[in-house]
């Protein structure tokens, strides 16, 4: 405990100095694949991005006074795990034939996809059904959205899906091609994971969702789901950050570490949904109790800034 009391307090006092170059920041790794380059928008910090000049407009549309929610934890809820989990594969891993309802915007496969691997929501939930898989042999992220599996696992239907290299850039995805997000985006990068909140620092941004999205995007997002052209709604890949001036005071470890986070790289909208909903990989470590005393946030303590990679593409 004293260990990460002192690796949080050093995050704190970075966030206060100027933000260092992108390739000088920690590269997020996961069973020893680096997550995208340091130059990744997802990996870059936004400590000093300055603040859009239509931030409280966006806010406002997002829901000013709506709640934070951390959208994972430990144990169940319906029946299934709380958040998106994600299944680690070799490359000796049979890959298998995967049908898409999406096919135009999806790659072709085939897909290293274990029987069992983990569907976010459990194997018989009714949501999203996103299924990530990522072969540590090549570093390759395959993911679906809305996936089933077929004779025991021996193939699988989904909604659509999408192959990324770790070792590559954000502009993997045809522009305009959706992946198993709205946004183009991949997932994984985006999650909040128990092991980075015992070392005691997320190093790049999380994904989060709106209730209403305008049909455009900002890099690094390739892909819009909406017919709205209201200016006063949010893009795909907008970047949000938690102001400089909210205190973490009183926050208990877990939950000091994402709100720092949320500080140092921001938000990156990637899909429709509730307001605020922040997404993590479910862990049995995760405290509950801790991840909800984040819920003291609410659109107030946001605002919008001026990504690295700044401009809206239609």
């Known amino acids: 405990m004293r260990a990460l009391s002192s690796l949080i307090a050093a995050v704190v006092c970075a966030a206060g100095a100027t933000a260092a170059p992108a390739l000088s920041a920690p590269t997020p790794q996961i069973a020893g694949c680096q997550i995208l380059p340091a130059t990744s928008a997802w990996n870059q910090p936004i400590t000093r991005a300055p603040v859009a000049r239509n931030s409280a407009t966006l806010i ?53 996809i274990p029987p069992r691997a983990a569907i976010e929501g459990g194997s018989n939930a009714d949501g999203d059904r996103h299924v990530i898989v990522l072969d540590r042999s090549s570093c390759k992220l395959y993911e679906l959205f809305d996936a089933h599996p077929l004779a025991a696992g021996s193939s699988w239907r989904a909604g659509s899906g999408a192959v990324f290299d770790l070792h590559g850039g954000d502009a993997q995805r045809k522009r305009g091609w959706t992946s198993a997000d709205a946004a183009g985006l991949p997932i994984l ?111 107030r303590d946001f605002e919008v800034v001026q990504a690295p990679a700044p401009g809206v593409t239609r």
């Open 60 to 112: 406002r549309s997002i829901g000013l006074t709506a709640n934070f929610h951390a959208d994972f934890g430990s144990g169940l809820w319906d029946g299934g795990p709380i958040g998106i989990p994600f299944t680690t594969v070799t490359g000796n891993q049979p890959k298998v034939k995967v049908t898409f309802d999406y096919s135009d915007e999806s790659d072709r496969g085939p897909y290293p």
């Open 189 to 299: 990068p985006g999650l909040a994971r128990y092991e980075e909140v015992a070392a005691g620092a997320i190093d790049h941004a999380l994904r989060f969702t709106a209730p209403r999205t305008r049909a455009s995007f900002i890099a690094p997002a390739r892909h819009f789901a909406s017919s709205s052209n209201d200016a006063k709604l949010p893009p795909m890949g907008l970047r949000v950050r938690l102001k400089h001036k909210t205190s973490l005071k009183g926050l208990p470890p877990q939950a000091r570490v994402i709100a720092q986070a949320m500080k140092t790289y921001g938000l990156l909208l990637a899909d429709n949904g509730s307001p605020w909903y922040v997404s993590g990989a479910p862990s049995p470590r995760w405290d509950n109790d801790q991840l909800h005393s984040l819920d003291r946030l609410s659109g």
